[in-house]
């Protein structure tokens, strides 16, 4: 069983950056592609970006130019580094690992952007 934690939510101004950190528990991290998903309340959870094993990227129309997903494999870590936030950013963000045939999620974390 993987186990995802999630950090760097928080609230921040129009504008401003955050870096949004995933760690994952095991020793297959290296194998996997990772993404960051966000659901805003009384919406559907949505792809934000995704990243190969191979570190080969992927990002929703909405935040390209803008988010930008890395990976540090010795450190079983995910980030999303979000600058230039919107409103519409405020979402409660997700990792997910797709391990093969299984997927995992980790709790979530807030990120409000309100002036």
């Known amino acids: 069983q993987v186990q995802l934690v999630e950090s760097g939510g928080g609230l921040v101004q129009p504008g401003g950056s955050l870096r949004l950190s995933c760690v994952a528990s095991g020793s297959s991290f290296r194998f996997y592609g990772m993404g960051w998903y966000r659901q805003a309340p009384g919406k559907q959870r949505d792809m934000v970006a995704y990243?190969?094993?191979?570190?080969?990227?992927n990002y929703a129309s909405s935040v390209k130019g803008r988010f930008t997903i890395s990976r540090d494999n010795a450190k079983n870590t995910v980030y999303l580094q979000m600058n230039s936030l919107k409103p519409e950013d405020t979402a409660v963000y997700y990792c997910k690992q797709n391990a093969g045939t299984k997927e995992y999620w980790g709790q979530g974390t807030q990120v409000t952007v309100s002036s």
């Open positions: 990243i190969t094993s191979g570190s080969l990227t």
